[in-house]
């Protein structure tokens, strides 16, 4: 029998008008690339997003057209992810720290019709000039005045293509399971592979979060989004803070320590989300100051490990460390790490082993592991495995695709992440590596985020990874790579100590490595793939 309600598509722009109407004092706070700081409301901002949905329409852009966007976290990215979704197009996020090669391939895949840009990152566009898609029509995010000189033709003004235009817009309906976003993944091997997000997961994923992460998405809180708007929708917080109420403080592109606590102690930041290094250089300029950025309480880390010296200085601080996990094919968000209620007065011990965990799963994805053959293994918290996933929020096949897409689904259908994972009996995830940088020694795994975990705990080190390198006798065995802190010079022989006290002797790295900077990716994780190509031949 089937059930007797109504059936509304779910859909983007229904957000900004929810949001305009119900918290049409929410603010949005940027940091702009003219210099100011700009602030507007949830009200202010449907009439803007309206307007520019009038422009894009005017300019011809027509369902299902990819328009690029290249820019930092700001109010006029923000109006173009509902604007874009909300006419029936894609918004296509582009990543600029990818390389040329990367965002030519990507432009070219994604046949992008359009492309607004920030001033920072005009001339990335401009040296792609004769690489781009023919026709593309580049935009700057700027008004008048500020018009850089350019040598690009038929460059418009983003101001220009709202101004005049009517503040009312009639959304059109839209089948909730047409494309809204589309977001590339770097990928450390072949061609990046696009997730085309769709207005029905977009919607899901923001009520999961409010519900998931309900801690900071509240009303009247703000919220400091450092993960990028050009990569996974910024943790979908465009999409879950006006529907929660939150107001959003934009950083622009002001990233490092100092910066960032200036802006979060003038707003009185209470939640800020982002990746560890990004924390890293806060907890600098905190300890730097003596103190915390005036509000601050909540910080939301994922994207890559959180160590357990990171949460610590947070918690011990009295800002509550929330540690999530998740990837670009699932919107991103897969599990986080606020501890239930039953566990809220365990001891200190126990609470920081469970908080460097990734948590359990939100609401709309189930999780399993799995070995080599696909056999399910049990959750007991041991034993690892492949970590596939599935549900509403997570990708059904790449972009245009066919044989990546080929690769990542289990007979079953699920999703293979390429993460290698722990799960335990009260459902806590532990990722312990990925599979492409296992280290697999003597037919055992060695997990070398445990391995970095305890390293990082060392005060000489600012950051470090742990590879595998090719040994004849073992097949592979790790090597410590350590960033040491400004004017620190930790020893070998205390950090094989270190490490020495926690893991048995056979997981021991065969050496350590002094490096001054690590390579980074460009989503801000340590780059593996170099560092492996680097140092293949180091054999201790
Ligand atoms: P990219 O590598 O292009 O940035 P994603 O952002 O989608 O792509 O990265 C997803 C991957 O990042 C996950 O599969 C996992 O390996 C890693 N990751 C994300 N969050 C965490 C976390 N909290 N702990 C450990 N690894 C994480």
Same mark, same amino acid.
């Given at each position: 029998?089937?059930?007797?309600?109504?059936?509304?598509?779910?859909?983007?722009?229904?957000?900004?008008?929810?949001? *305009?109407?119900? +918290?049409?004092?929410?603010?949005?706070?940027?940091?702009?690339?003219?210099?100011?700081?700009?602030?507007?409301?949830?009200?202010?901002?449907?009439?803007? /997003?309206?307007?520019?949905?009038?422009?894009?329409?005017?300019?011809?852009?027509?369902?299902?057209?990819?328009?690029?966007?290249?820019?930092?976290?700001?109010?006029?990215?923000?109006?173009?992810?509902?604007?874009?979704?909300?006419?029936?197009?894609? &918004? +296509?996020? /582009?990543?600029?720290?990818?390389?040329?090669?990367?965002?030519?391939?990507?432009?070219?895949?994604?046949?992008?019709?359009?492309?607004?840009?920030?001033?920072? $990152?005009?001339?990335?566009?401009?040296?792609?000039?004769?690489?781009?898609?023919?026709?593309?029509?580049?935009?700057?995010?700027?008004?008048?005045? +500020?018009?850089?000189?350019?040598?690009?033709?038929?460059?418009?003004?983003?101001?220009?293509?709202?101004?005049?235009?009517?503040?009312?817009?009639?959304?059109?309906?839209?089948?909730?399971?047409? *494309?809204?976003?589309?977001?590339?993944?770097?990928?450390?091997?072949?061609?990046?592979?696009?997730?085309?997000?769709?207005?029905?997961?977009?919607?899901?994923?923001?009520?999961?979060?409010?519900?998931?992460?309900?801690?900071?998405?509240?009303?009247?809180?703000?919220?400091?989004?450092?993960?990028?708007?050009?990569?996974?929708?910024?943790?979908?917080l465009p999409y879950s803070a006006p529907l929660a109420g939150a107001s959003l403080i934009f950083p622009g592109g002001g990233l490092d320590g100092k910066s960032l606590f200036d802006l979060m102690d003038s707003e009185k930041v209470y939640s800020a989300w982002g990746v560890p290094t990004v924390w890293h250089g806060l907890l600098n300029e905190?300890?730097?100051?003596?103190?915390?950025?005036?509000?601050?309480?909540?910080?939301?880390?994922?994207?890559?490990?959180?160590?357990?010296?990171?949460?610590?200085? $947070?918690?011990?601080?009295?800002?509550?460390? &929330?540690?999530?996990?998740?990837?670009?094919?699932m919107s991103p968000l897969g599990t986080q790490c606020n501890l239930p209620s039953a566990l809220a007065d365990i001891p200190v011990e126990e609470r920081m082993q469970r908080k460097q965990s990734q948590g359990r799963r939100v609401f709309g994805v189930e999780m399993k592991i799995v070995d080599d053959a696909g056999r399910r293994l049990s959750?007991?918290?041991?034993?690892?495995?492949?970590?596939?996933?599935?549900?509403?929020?997570?990708?059904?096949?790449?972009?245009?695709?066919?044989?990546?897409?080929?690769?990542?689904?289990?007979?079953?259908?699920?999703?293979?992440?390429?993460?290698?994972?722990?799960?335990?009996?009260?459902?806590?995830?532990?990722?312990?590596?990925?599979?492409?940088?296992?280290?697999?020694?003597?037919?055992?795994?060695?997990?070398?985020?445990?391995?970095?975990?305890?390293?990082?705990?060392?005060?000489?080190?600012?950051?470090?990874?742990?590879?595998?390198?090719?040994?004849?006798?073992?097949?592979?065995?790790?090597?410590?790579?350590?960033?040491?802190?400004?004017?620190?010079?930790?020893?070998?022989?205390?950090?094989?100590?270190?490490?020495?006290?926690?893991?048995?002797?056979?997981?021991?790295?065969?050496?350590?490595? $002094?490096?001054?900077?690590?390579?980074?990716?460009?989503?801000?994780?340590?780059?593996?793939?170099?560092?492996?190509?680097? $140092?293949?031949?180091?054999?201790?």
């Amino acid at each position: 029998m089937k059930g007797m309600m109504m059936h509304r598509p779910l859909n983007i722009a229904d957000l900004i008008t929810f949001a *305009a109407e119900n +918290h049409p004092q929410g603010e949005i706070v940027s940091v702009r690339t003219e210099g100011d700081i700009h602030r507007t409301t949830y009200a202010q901002t449907a009439g803007r /997003i309206a307007q520019l949905a009038h422009g894009l329409k005017h300019l011809g852009i027509a369902r299902g057209d990819r328009i690029a966007t290249l820019a930092w976290n700001g109010y006029r990215h923000f109006e173009l992810y509902y604007a874009i979704s909300g006419i029936g197009a894609v &918004c +296509h996020t /582009i990543n600029p720290r990818l390389s040329a090669e990367q965002m030519t391939y990507i432009f070219n895949h994604a046949k992008d019709r359009m492309l607004f840009v920030d001033t920072t $990152f005009l001339p990335i566009v401009e040296n792609l000039r004769d690489l781009l898609p023919t026709g593309l029509k580049v935009v700057v995010l700027t008004e008048r005045a +500020h018009m850089p000189d350019t040598t690009l033709e038929g460059v418009l003004c983003y101001e220009d293509v709202l101004d005049g235009e009517d503040t009312l817009f009639s959304w059109p309906e839209i089948a909730e399971d047409d *494309a809204a976003g589309l977001c590339y993944t770097s990928g450390t091997t072949g061609n990046p592979k696009g997730t085309l997000y769709s207005h029905r997961s977009t919607v899901l994923h923001a009520l999961y979060t409010c519900v998931s992460i309900p801690r900071p998405l509240k009303a009247g809180n703000r919220i400091l989004p450092v993960v990028p708007l050009f990569h996974v929708n910024a943790w979908g917080l465009p999409y879950s803070a006006p529907l929660a109420g939150a107001s959003l403080i934009f950083p622009g592109g002001g990233l490092d320590g100092k910066s960032l606590f200036d802006l979060m102690d003038s707003e009185k930041v209470y939640s800020a989300w982002g990746v560890p290094t990004v924390w890293h250089g806060l907890l600098n300029e905190i300890g730097r100051r003596g103190r915390l950025p005036d509000g601050l309480k909540d910080i939301v880390v994922g994207g890559s490990a959180a160590t357990r010296s990171l949460i610590e200085d $947070f918690e011990t601080r009295g800002v509550n460390v &929330c540690h999530a996990w998740g990837m670009t094919e699932m919107s991103p968000l897969g599990t986080q790490c606020n501890l239930p209620s039953a566990l809220a007065d365990i001891p200190v011990e126990e609470r920081m082993q469970r908080k460097q965990s990734q948590g359990r799963r939100v609401f709309g994805v189930e999780m399993k592991i799995v070995d080599d053959a696909g056999r399910r293994l049990s959750h007991d918290g041991r034993t690892p495995g492949h970590l596939h996933v599935r549900g509403n929020t997570v990708t059904a096949g790449y972009y245009e695709d066919p044989e990546a897409s080929a690769k990542v689904f289990d007979d079953d259908g699920w999703f293979c992440t390429g993460d290698i994972a722990t799960i335990d009996s009260d459902g806590f995830l532990r990722i312990t590596d990925r599979s492409k940088d296992l280290i697999k020694s003597g037919g055992e795994w060695i997990s070398s985020l445990d391995l970095e975990n305890i390293v990082m705990s060392h005060e000489g080190v600012a950051n470090c990874a742990v590879i595998a390198v090719p040994d004849p006798k073992w097949e592979e065995r790790p090597l410590l790579i350590v960033q040491p802190r400004e004017d620190a010079q930790p020893q070998k022989e205390d950090l094989l100590s270190l490490l020495g006290s926690h893991v048995a002797k056979w997981q021991l790295p065969d050496d350590v490595v $002094f490096v001054e900077e690590l390579p980074m990716t460009a989503t801000g994780k340590v780059s593996k793939l170099n560092l492996r190509k680097q $140092f293949r031949e180091n054999r201790g």
